[in-house]
């Protein structure tokens, strides 16, 4: 067979694997979010973090294929972990909160239309869970302020889900109607 006859051959076996990978993880990420309930932009980041993940190992295995010296993709790949371990070594706060972020979707219980308090020594926030992103929570206090937190912080310090009873006490009003 001729050489790049087989090249093709196993550029298509590579490709093939990584949409069978990422339709197995797809479905998983989409079982685990409909079980726990998890927001769509949640889900949507998660998917967006796989894709680079995928794109990126199969580019550097198609690399290899088709003949990219090993060598130069050997110094390729070392110098651009180098020059992301020296950013993020800058910058660890950015990999840590996007850790976090991961971390909460597949393992925290927050959820996002909770009532939460979390417990600082010099900053206490109380508030509705409005939104987790790749780097941010985002809190509405009781008197209308939006906050915006790391989420690293959601991983370090003590968040207490509080019930919607307790954050938003039954009126004398409301008392009246339901009797």
Avoid: C
């Avoid at 197995?24 to 998917?47: C, E, G, M, Q, W």
């Avoid at 995928?54 to 550097?60: A, D, H, K, R």
């Avoid at 990999?95 to 308090?117: A, C, K, M, Q, W």
């Amino acid at each position: 067979m001729e050489p790049y006859k087989i090249k093709l051959l196993q550029t298509i076996v590579v490709i093939a694997v990584l949409l069978l990978v990422k339709l197995l993880l797809s479905k998983s990420i989409y079982k685990i979010s409909t079980r726990f309930d998890f927001a769509l932009r949640r889900v949507n980041i998660t998917f967006r973090i796989i894709n680079i993940i995928l794109i990126s190992f199969g580019t550097i295995t198609l690399a290899a294929i088709w003949g990219l010296d090993q060598k130069e993709l050997l110094l390729f790949i070392s110098s651009t972990i180098t020059v992301l371990g020296v950013a993020f070594f800058a910058q660890w706060s950015i990999l840590s909160n996007v850790t976090s972020g991961l971390v909460l979707f597949f393992s925290h219980p927050l959820r996002i239309g909770d009532n939460i308090r979390i417990f600082d020594k010099d900053f206490e926030v109380e508030g509705r869970l409005q939104d987790i992103s790749v780097f941010f929570m985002h809190i509405e206090t009781k008197d209308g302020k939006n906050i915006t937190m790391p989420n690293t912080l959601a991983l370090q310090k003590i968040i207490s889900i509080i019930p919607d009873e307790v954050i938003l006490p039954v009126t004398h009003e409301e008392q009246r109607v339901h009797s």
